[in-house]
């Protein structure tokens, strides 16, 4: 019956993989890439990676959908204009050629993976004791590869400079996006007040769960982030300017926080990220409660994109 | 089959998929979603490898799947970058093309600001 | 009970990829985000038998994400939709 | 019990299995846009709503039983408050019949 389900569930994938590559209108290939992500979360979940399931089906269902939904709109107009740049029928063809050889070879590394796989998994079980924590996808990602993690929060940041650097100078230190509008008392503004209030519970049990149980504060954080742009997409408050300092110092309190931490590992335990003995489970703590705001705010302000609006008078 | 197998070989599929869209569809919007599906078929791989590595009482290896978790954000922060970039385009430009001889005519209100 | 479970995953996740043609065949905009609304409930359905075939506790958490975004397609379809004066769009770009 | 509980739980799910069919025929076969979102909701509303009856006697503790309830009234707001703006935005764009 499993199996069943498996070759089902790999089937669809590849269904709606082919689609969003051939469909000609933006939106139906953005709409089938959305169904993509939600039938990636149950894929995460038959290969028992319950933590990456949650990821997915918060960012790859939830943020990246929005994005690509608003980008796929104010982009129908041009739209006729890019398909006449078809790229030539050789282009295409060598195009299939690379893409067909490159998907073969994957496919004979996977058929020839060595069978007792190489794994990582009694290294953690043997250590995991050390840290304090239950999980062990959050032992790995604030102990044992905290570099990973805290290069990520990072990354996250020169992204939203990177987003940031794209605003009209009259804009610079603005209001980020278009000013929404709406109707009061209508259904969009009455969801964005009934929700809210549900996802931050939803958000922080997803966070506190995370130390035994699959979850953490990306998930916590992506769910909080979507509710705050829900608040915004209903017109019931507005982005804050970007010129704020609450602003700026929110973005980085979190991974100062962390870096702090790593420094006073490599003066009390000898290196760069390591916790004293007796201590990590406490300093992880603080890791994750500095850098969920920190994270939230990010993930936002991304959604949000560049400023486009000066700071109203 | 098992099921790493299985999704090991659709991964692989994935892959050339995305890549093939990258290269030859000619809309910038699609290629961010070919890449998007170019980047999930590499996460399932390194998740159909973390599901063999499955041992001491965890579904799969725990640390291909934090990285996973690691690489999902950086790939939806590229992802975002790569849109606001496409809007910025379309806003300056008047129109979506990679193309260096753009067939639509810029809007004479948007210059390079 | 298990094998149970797993079949009625099975089916839901069937039935609501047929209902994906419509993303096919459209023809509105709006009848194509209603099949992937539709997947996206039979997604947190399939997902509830799979945690409760598996008995891995944890799966019921995904569908709980899954379900406190749900709206967020919707949401952005409206807001992104032509003739939604602010988001920049011409309010007559109707077809 | 153990059959009881087991019986009750094919029996609603079935239940739900059936509605997400009704739904996606629903979706296939209905003539226009308003009358397929009408096949959609009953999917959301009744088909999650019967597979959570049926598998809230196997959720092991109250917190268990509790998400899963929360989860039906998540998917109840979201299915209603996305057909109405559907809907809404369907028929402002739609010329006047």
């Known amino acids: ?313 | ?113 | ?95 | 019990m153990r059959t009881a509980l087991d019986a009750w739980t094919i029996l609603s799910v079935s239940a739900g299995v059936f509605f997400f069919l009704a739904g996606t025929v629903g979706l296939l076969r209905f003539s226009d846009t308003f009358t397929r979102l009408h096949a959609l909701t009953k999917a959301d509303n009744l088909g999650v709503g019967l597979v959570v009856l049926g598998l809230l006697p196997r959720a092991g503790s109250v917190l268990a039983g509790l998400k899963l309830a929360v989860i039906w009234f998540l998917v109840l707001l979201a299915g209603s408050t996305v057909s109405q703006l559907i809907a809404r935005s369907a028929r402002s764009r739609r010329p006047r019949a």
């Open chain 3, 1 to 95: 009970m298990s094998d149970f479970l797993f079949g009625a995953s099975s089916l839901v996740l069937g039935m609501v990829a047929l209902g994906l043609t419509r993303i096919l065949r459209g023809p509105d905009d709006a009848d194509r985000l209603m099949a992937t609304l539709l997947l996206g409930t039979g997604g947190i359905a399939a997902l509830l038998l799979l945690g409760a075939a598996s008995g891995d506790a944890a799966v019921v958490d995904v569908a709980l994400t899954l379900a406190v975004l749900a709206v967020f397609a919707g949401v952005a379809f409206v807001r992104a939709a032509p003739g939604e004066a602010a988001d920049g769009a011409a309010p007559d770009d109707t077809p």
């Open chain 2, 1 to 113: 089959m098992s099921a790493a197998t299985l999704f090991g070989l659709c991964a692989a599929t994935l892959v050339g998929l995305g890549l093939y869209g990258v290269i030859a569809h000619p809309q910038p919007l699609r290629k961010i979603v070919a890449f998007n599906i170019l980047g999930s078929g590499v996460f399932l791989m390194l998740g159909s490898v973390a599901r063999r590595g499955a041992a001491a009482g965890m579904g799969g290896d725990p640390v291909p799947q934090a990285l996973l978790i690691t690489g999902i954000v950086v790939a939806f922060s590229a992802t975002a970058l790569a849109i606001a970039l496409l809007l910025r385009l379309s806003e300056v430009s008047g129109s979506v093309t990679l193309s260096s001889d753009a067939p639509a005519e810029p809007k004479p209100d948007a210059g390079k600001a």
């Open chain 1, 1 to 313: 019956m499993t199996e069943a389900f498996d070759i089902l569930l790999a089937a669809l994938i590849l269904g709606l993989a082919l689609w969003t590559a051939i469909a000609r209108e933006t939106f139906a290939a953005v709409l089938g890439f959305m169904a993509y992500g939600l039938l990636l979360t149950l894929v995460w979940v038959r290969l028992h990676g319950v933590d990456v399931a949650l990821t997915e089906g918060a960012i790859g269902g939830g943020l990246t959908g929005v994005l690509l939904i608003g980008a796929a709109a104010r982009s129908r107009a041009t739209e006729s204009v890019s398909l006449a740049e078809r790229p030539g029928t050789l282009t295409r063809a060598l195009a299939a050629g690379l893409a067909a050889a490159v998907a073969s070879a994957l496919a004979v590394c996977v058929l020839i993976l060595p069978v007792p796989a190489p794994t990582l998994a009694h290294e953690v079980a043997a250590n995991l004791a050390s840290t304090g924590v239950g999980n062990p996808i959050t032992g790995v990602l604030l102990a044992f590869r905290a570099m990973d993690t805290l290069l990520e929060a990072i990354v996250l940041l020169f992204a939203l400079v990177g987003v940031w650097s794209l605003a009209p100078d009259r804009a610079w230190g603005g209001r980020p996006g278009l000013r929404h509008s709406a109707d009061p008392n209508g259904i969009l503004a009455y969801v964005a007040r009934v929700l809210p209030p549900i996802g931050v519970v939803v958000a922080m049990y997803i966070f506190w769960v995370g130390a035994d149980h699959p979850g953490g504060k990306f998930q916590g954080a992506t769910i909080l982030a979507s509710m705050w742009l829900l608040v915004m997409m209903a017109g019931l408050a507005d982005a804050p300017p970007i010129r704020r300092s609450w602003v700026r110092v929110g973005l980085v309190a979190g991974p100062v926080v962390f870096i702090a931490i790593g420094l006073l590992g490599a003066w009390t335990a000898g290196a760069f990220l390591a916790y004293p003995d007796g201590l990590a489970k406490p300093l992880i703590l603080v890791i994750e409660f500095a850098l969920m705001p920190s994270l939230t705010l990010t993930l936002g302000l991304l959604m949000a994109g560049a400023p486009q609006r000066p700071e109203a008078p």
